[in-house]
């Protein structure tokens, strides 16, 4: 309930000003379930709280990392209803209806609904909302700085599932696991944009044909990131329990950034051996048979101002864990690999209790403070991987509880 207050007060100060005719529960308008005056979500007991919940229902590997679903799409979304009780409605009913048709596991459906600093501005809810528009965060980078009311995230193993969840939520199909669709998030939204992709082992690897790869890339059915490094490893992962807001009036949500990088892979494996690359992509303090012993995850030993003063390059990795804090990473990272507009690329989703976390982490990744201490390493030469992804646009999103998800702040 304590994270009903800030609204609470804001609707008692209009209704004391201006009074609230006509509104039958004016103190808890669209804020809950009750408030859109609809039955308790009959998915709700088998479901968890979080939207952002996967790791206790993803699959496992011998070591216990986990394995993000095999298949993502992100729809961008433009809230083209007035925020209302009705429209609530209609959106809470639509993400009922694939709640209804899919297992909450990566052989049914994730899903979750995000919204952005537009939309919360639209409600006249931005103060105080833990969103705001996206910055550009590196001197080398001009990305298109996205402001999108809304996200719709999906993955599963299953490809078909994903057509089905967007076709009934968006296109001409009219029931999902053969129960009639009758509310769709396109009664409430129009599709403004579309971020596909996929990770794991032997996806990368058929899709070489996209620009950015050279003619022959060293990657094969193992791999599971175009750059051919295992990423995600549990011990370099934030907690969702690390990244999930821990009160307020969003608590229980997250915060997600959502940014696409174009890769140019064509140096990366033609001018580098696997030596070089682990320097860049982890640390020059490894060789590739110690990365084989990396299996739950890697070793930081803080030392990145004399790996640049020793060796004339330093480490993604290694920048990126400069963030840790009590020695545990601050973002969850669920991204995966893309080959949206033909082009190799990563659509870099990660989730952190606030937007702070990953403009820390993205500054590290800059690397600029290791520039006194070697000539060779620029802006982008031999720091870490920046030499090879171009960051295309950023965007930021609230994700709210599953009960909230329905205009957030309204
Ligand atoms: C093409 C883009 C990228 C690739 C291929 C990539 C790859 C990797 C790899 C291989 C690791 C170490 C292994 C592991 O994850 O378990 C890693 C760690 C990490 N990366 Fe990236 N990364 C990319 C972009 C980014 C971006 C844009 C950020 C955030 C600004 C980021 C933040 C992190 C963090 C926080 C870690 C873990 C650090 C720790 O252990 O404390 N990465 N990445």
């Known amino acids: 309930m304590e994270r009903r207050r800030p609204l609470l007060g804001k609707l008692a100060g209009i209704a004391g000003t201006v009074g609230l005719a006509g509104c039958v529960n004016p103190l808890s308008a669209g804020r809950t379930e009750t408030d859109l005056d609809l039955d308790p979500n009959p998915y ?41 009780v009705e429209t609530g409605q209609t959106i809470e009913r639509a993400m009922r209806a694939l709640e209804g048709a899919f297992e909450w596991a990566p052989d049914g459906l994730f899903h979750l609904l995000a919204w952005g600093p537009g939309y919360f501005e639209r409600v006249d809810a931005l103060d105080g909302a833990p969103v705001r528009r996206p910055e550009v965060l590196s001197r080398t980078d001009d990305p298109d700085l996205l402001d999108i009311d809304a996200a719709l995230a999906l993955s599963s193993d299953v490809p078909s599932h994903l057509d089905a969840a967007e076709n009934a939520m968006f296109g001409g199909r009219d029931s999902l696991a053969g129960s009639p669709v009758e509310d769709r998030l396109g009664d409430a939204f129009s599709t403004v944009g579309r971020r596909t992709g996929f990770v794991g082992e032997g996806l990368p690897v058929e899709h070489t044909d996209a620009e950015g790869f050279p003619a022959d890339p060293p990657l094969s059915e193992g791999d599971r990131m175009f750059m051919g490094f295992r990423s995600g490893l549990r011990g370099t992962q934030a907690s969702e329990d690390r990244v999930t807001i821990d009160d307020g009036p969003y608590g229980g949500g997250t915060t997600m ?65 400069r963030v840790r804090e009590g020695g545990e990473p601050i973002v969850l ?74 205009l957030p702040g309204f």
């Open 44 to 84: 709700g007991d088998d479901l968890p709280d979080r939207q952002h919940a996967q790791s206790a229902y993803v699959r496992r590997d011998d070591h216990g990392n986990p394995l993000l679903p095999r298949h993502h799409r992100v729809l961008l979304l433009d809230l083209a209803a007035s925020p209302s």
């Open 257 to 321: 950034h959502l940014s696409h990088l174009t890769q140019s892979l064509t140096r990366w494996f033609d001018a580098f051996d696997e030596s070089e690359r682990v320097a860049r992509m982890l640390s020059p303090e490894f060789d590739p048979d110690d990365v084989e012993g990396f299996t739950d995850g890697v070793p930081f030993s803080d030392a990145v101002a004399e790996h640049a003063s020793e060796h004339d390059v330093v480490g993604h990795h290694e920048k990126v864990a």
């Open 333 to 406: 990272r669920r991204d995966f690999n893309t080959v949206d507009g033909g082009r190799a690329g990563v659509h870099f989703l990660s989730f952190q209790a606030s937007l702070d976390d990953f403009e820390k982490t993205r500054k590290a990744m800059n690397g600029w403070y290791v520039r006194d201490d070697s000539e060779r390493i620029r802006d982008t030469d031999n720091n870490g991987i920046l030499k090879f992804i171009s960051v295309e646009s950023r965007a930021n999103f609230y994700v709210p509880t599953r009960e909230y998800r329905a």
